[in-house]
């Protein structure tokens, strides 16, 4: 298992960044600037790897170390393009099915949702490079390990992936309080892609608007809704079924 370790100093971090070396996100101090600086935010724009804009107390909380002011964070998953999984799972002659997260900040609904994925024979998530949980230890052990198991695609806009999966024939279906359609009408023997937003803002509206399926999970009782990773489950689930009868 790959252990997290924190990268300390303007030069080891663009160092990293050159190399290639996948990071988890970079702290970068408020107010600081210079030609290092520049060259950390444009490779790491290019890499997809998020920055966080911090107050100096936030980096001298994380290490006692003289940072100047820059922090980086290794990654204990490895990211791959998301074109690059599509063509991978499609020349495994298996169909795609893969699970969108959008705003999901609770890393253990982020690891819970990992492993359901993998159970349910879903090949990857697809996750925004901001806005969402850390990738961290916690949400590993919350996943079983699950992370380091199901391909993980970081992406800088979930709309343009959207595109990208609409390119490769893959139906993007998104579980939605107020969809008419019910979780076992929708067919998931085809290509697709499940979109998962936060319990508390649900799906971005453009994302919403990008879907080509909408569907609710039927409820019984008048209680609000179901946890995001237990809804996942339960779709998961579901589609797993499908293809387990079409086999």
Same mark, same amino acid.
């Given at each position: 298992?790959?252990? &997290?370790?924190?990268?300390?100093?303007?030069?080891?971090?663009?160092?990293?960044?050159?190399?290639?070396?996948?990071?988890?996100?970079?702290?970068?101090?408020?107010?600081?600037?210079?030609?290092?600086? +520049?060259?950390?935010?444009?490779? =790491?724009?290019?890499?997809?790897?998020?920055?966080?804009?911090?107050?100096?107390?936030?980096?001298?909380?994380?290490?006692?170390?003289?940072?100047?002011?820059?922090?980086?964070?290794?990654?204990?998953?490895?990211?791959?393009?998301?074109? +690059?999984?599509?063509?991978?799972?499609? &020349?495994?002659?298996?169909?795609?099915?893969?699970?969108?997260?959008?705003?999901?900040?609770?890393?253990?609904?982020?690891?819970?949702?990992?492993?359901?994925?993998?159970?349910?024979?879903?090949?990857?998530?697809?996750?925004?490079?901001?806005?969402?949980?850390?990738?961290?230890?916690? =949400?590993?052990?919350?996943?079983?390990?699950?992370?380091?198991?199901?391909?993980?695609?970081?992406?800088?806009?979930?709309?343009? =992936?959207?595109?990208?999966?609409?390119?490769?024939?893959?139906?993007?279906?998104?579980?939605?309080?107020?969809?008419?359609?019910?979780?076992?009408?929708?067919?998931?023997?085809?290509?697709?892609?499940?979109?998962?937003?936060?319990?508390?803002?649900?799906?971005?509206?453009?994302?919403?608007?990008?879907?080509?399926?909408?569907?609710?999970?039927?409820?019984?009782?008048?209680? +609000?809704?179901?946890?995001?990773?237990?809804?996942?489950?339960?779709?998961?689930?579901?589609? &797993?079924?499908?293809?387990?009868?079409?086999?």
């Amino acid at each position: 298992m790959k252990k &997290s370790t924190n990268i300390i100093g303007r030069q080891p971090v663009v160092e990293a960044l050159r190399d290639g070396q996948q990071l988890e996100r970079i702290f970068i101090q408020k107010n600081i600037g210079g030609e290092i600086i +520049d060259e950390i935010r444009q490779l =790491a724009q290019r890499l997809q790897i998020p920055i966080n804009v911090v107050p100096i107390e936030k980096l001298n909380y994380i290490t006692r170390s003289n940072h100047q002011g820059v922090i980086g964070l290794n990654s204990i998953i490895q990211y791959h393009e998301l074109q +690059d999984v599509i063509d991978h799972v499609i &020349s495994r002659g298996e169909t795609p099915l893969f699970v969108m997260l959008d705003g999901i900040t609770d890393v253990r609904n982020i690891g819970a949702i990992a492993r359901t994925s993998l159970c349910c024979g879903a090949q990857c998530i697809i996750i925004p490079d901001k806005g969402i949980g850390a990738f961290n230890e916690e =949400a590993l052990k919350s996943s079983a390990g699950a992370l380091q198991k199901i391909l993980v695609s970081r992406v800088s806009s979930l709309l343009k =992936a959207v595109d990208t999966l609409h390119l490769n024939g893959i139906n993007v279906c998104s579980a939605e309080m107020k969809a008419k359609e019910t979780l076992m009408k929708v067919d998931f023997t085809k290509p697709s892609c499940i979109v998962m937003g936060s319990e508390d803002k649900g799906i971005q509206p453009y994302i919403s608007k990008a879907v080509d399926v909408k569907f609710t999970i039927p409820m019984q009782g008048d209680f +609000d809704s179901f946890n995001v990773g237990v809804a996942t489950g339960i779709i998961l689930f579901e589609a &797993s079924k499908q293809r387990m009868k079409l086999n």
